[in-house]
């Protein structure tokens, strides 16, 4: 799939941006409009709403925003489903890389197990486990949900599934009429194993036995979406990349971000990656397909495996590398790669700060000439999202 492969040092930032004038061949500064809806944008942050002040400080920086229901920067996800349903399996592939295949050993979840993870957001994953009800008299819903921000609610899409959309639906009215502003996010799960047609009859009757039963109660705008995924394959990483999403409020301003990148550099699609997890926290408002992610997730692979036999000390929070006296080199990763695919002829990758990685597909129309153009621009996108997220 790889042709060739070059490192290259980026073009320092300057206040303004170099566009390519299609007509003269030529490149030109001038101020663009991309150059002032950015600084809008920026504004826009300053004078945006302001959570009450927390006695705990988050410990990494996320935006003004509140972007917890607990206002310390940190969302929290739940993991809820039916016994086997592979709520443990999801948590372990998806953030401890456990291979998908060794998930078979996993044994049942008998107490509630936190997932952690450090990366731009910060958030917290719960694995429940699924025998049993917490909507019981038992347990305090003010407890159970008063500080989670979204329900992943994983249904075993090969099993019969008629008691977990019992039992889902019993938990989304619940949360309705109890915590109207927790996202509910539908796992229809294991669909690996399903052939097409069983695949989309599955997945249509689920969201229709739900919506009926939402609609029935008087909810038909319930913050409920649904999503097919496998551990088997990237479906898992896509959703998650979704539900995680929804919880960051600098959302509008880093797509609008990376919009204005792809019309500048002419890339037909970019996304902001958090290497470690995989999962993407933006891209540009192009229509997404499972295709491009997966060409990206299996770069990030290579450039990682890469970058660890090759790479060299990474600044440390003071902006000092361990080893003082080495001479000035790049501070960024950074690889341009050629593929023998139509469509998709080119892949960059940058690396934007210690958890991020912007990953562009670029057509034939963005040849390596254009590349200056393309290191320029990534600049000012990385300037303008160290502003965004000034801790990271
Ligand atoms: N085919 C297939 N099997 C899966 C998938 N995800 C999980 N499994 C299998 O499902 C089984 C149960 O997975 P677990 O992750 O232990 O399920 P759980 O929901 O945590 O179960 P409890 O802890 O008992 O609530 C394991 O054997 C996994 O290998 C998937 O995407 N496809
Ligand atoms: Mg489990």
Not at 219 to 232: E, G, K, L, R
Not at 246 to 259: F, R, V
Request: charged share 25%.
């Amino acid at each position: 799939m790889m042709t060739s492969s070059y490192l290259s040092i980026p073009a320092p930032y300057q206040p303004f941006e170099m566009i390519n004038d299609p007509g003269t061949h030529s490149c030109r500064y001038t101020m663009k409009a991309s150059d002032l809806t950015m600084m809008r944008y920026l504004q826009d942050l300053h004078q945006a709403e302001t959570p009450a002040p927390v006695a705990q400080t988050p410990k990494y920086h996320t935006g003004r925003l509140p972007n917890s229901r607990a206002q310390d920067g940190k969302p929290r996800l739940m993991l809820m489903g039916q016994k086997r349903s592979g709520k443990s399996s999801i948590s372990s592939v998806v953030f401890h890389k456990l291979p998908p295949s060794e998930t078979l050993y996993l044994e049942t979840t008998t107490h509630i197990t936190k997932y952690s993870v450090h990366s731009i957001l910060d958030f917290a994953i719960y694995d429940l486990p699924g025998h049993i009800n917490y909507l019981d008299d038992a347990y305090d819903d003010e407890a159970t949900f008063g500080e989670v921000d979204a329900v992943i609610w994983v249904i075993d899409a090969q099993d019969e599934y008629l008691d977990a959309i019992n039992a889902l639906n019993r938990t989304v009215l619940i949360l309705q009429s109890r915590f109207p502003t927790i996202n509910v996010e539908v796992f229809v799960h294991k669909v690996d194993g399903l052939s097409e047609d069983y695949k989309s009859d599955t997945f249509r009757d689920i969201i229709q036995r739900v919506q009926d039963e939402l609609s029935d109660a008087g909810y038909d705008n319930a913050p409920v979406s649904f999503y097919q995924t496998s551990i088997f394959d990237d479906s898992i990483f896509e959703a998650f990349s979704k539900v995680i999403q929804k919880l960051i409020p600098q959302l509008p301003t880093l797509e609008s971000l990376l919009n204005s990148l792809c019309s500048n550099c002419r890339i037909e699609k970019a996304y902001l990656f958090d290497v470690l997890s995989k999962i993407y926290i933006a891209t540009d408002t192009s229509p997404t397909d499972i295709g491009s992610y997966e060409i990206c997730s299996g770069y990030i692979d290579v450039v990682v495996d890469i970058s660890e036999i090759y790479g060299w000390d990474r600044p440390t929070e003071n902006g000092h590398t361990a080893d003082e006296d080495t001479e000035d080199g790049m501070q960024d990763g950074e690889s341009l790669i050629t593929m023998e695919k139509k469509g998709n002829n080119y892949l960059y990758l940058r690396e934007i700060n210690k958890y991020l990685a912007l990953i562009c597909l670029m057509g034939e129309d963005s040849n390596s000439e254009k590349k200056v153009l393309i290191d320029y621009n990534v600049g000012v996108f990385k300037e303008a999202l160290s502003k965004i997220f000034p801790g990271a």
